[in-house]
T-cell receptor, first 113, second 112 residues
């Protein structure tokens, strides 16, 4: 397996633009996680899915953030409109179960100007 | 969810054994203890997991006392490449669908 795949790896956009981050989990894993990491706040869990269903989105900062998982092999994290304070590295991770070993993707480095 | 406390940072020298201790005073009966390692510009990577006593793999050892209120990750003979952030996590039985939470981690810096 190629591991967790994220795209794009880097994204630079201007404030107010819509940003869509993509994730393909490891085949067979039924839990998927979206994290955000900054120097100030560390690694924050934004939302996680079990069997494509959002279980806990309490970490989503505000209504500008939304996440979907239309099928077992694909998830998106959308920010609309984006703001400079959204600049961070966004990681997607998957696991067989929510509390089992999580496998992280390479991350998407987002810069909002 | 049980909260964890670990040192913010540690320094050590190449060839030394490094022990990073994590406190989790309100750990629940079903909770497992898991450690992750994160290198710069990469996502965290699972190192080791345990429930009680001692667990050892090719990377590290995990020591858990009988009361399970703390745990110690031991890295034998560290090298410069072990410079990373180490996270201690506590969460429910892996067979249940409960999430685990990453804290701030311990930033380990290995000196030559």
């Amino acid at each position: 397996d190629a591991g967790v795949i994220q795209s794009p790896r880097h994204e630079v956009t201007e404030m107010g633009q819509e940003v869509t981050l993509r994730c393909k989990p490891i085949s067979g894993h039924n839990s998927l996680f979206w994290y955000r990491q900054t120097m100030m706040r560390g690694l924050e869990l934004l939302i996680y899915f079990n069997n494509n269903v959002p279980i806990d989105d309490s970490g989503m900062p505000e209504d500008r953030f939304s996440a979907k998982m239309p099928n077992a092999s694909f998830s998106t994290l959308k920010i609309q409109p984006s703001e400079p304070r959204d600049s961070a590295v966004y990681f997607c991770a998957s696991s067989f179960r929510a509390s089992n070993e999580q496998f992280f993707g390479p991350g998407t480095r987002l810069t909002v100007l | 969810l049980a909260k964890t406390t670990q040192p913010i940072s540690m320094d050590s020298y190449e060839g030394q054994e490094v022990n990073i201790t994590c406190s989790h005073n309100n750990i629940a009966t079903n909770d497992y203890i898991t450690w992750y390692q994160q290198f710069p510009s990469q996502g965290p990577r699972f190192i080791i997991q345990g429930y009680k006593t001692k667990v050892t793999n090719e990377v590290a050892s995990l020591f858990i006392p009988a009361d399970r209120k703390s745990s110690t990750l031991s890295l034998p003979r560290v090298s410069l490449s072990d410079t990373a952030v180490y996270y201690c996590l506590v969460g429910d039985n892996p067979n249940r669908d409960d999430k685990i939470i990453f804290g701030k981690g311990t930033r380990l810096h290995i000196l030559p």
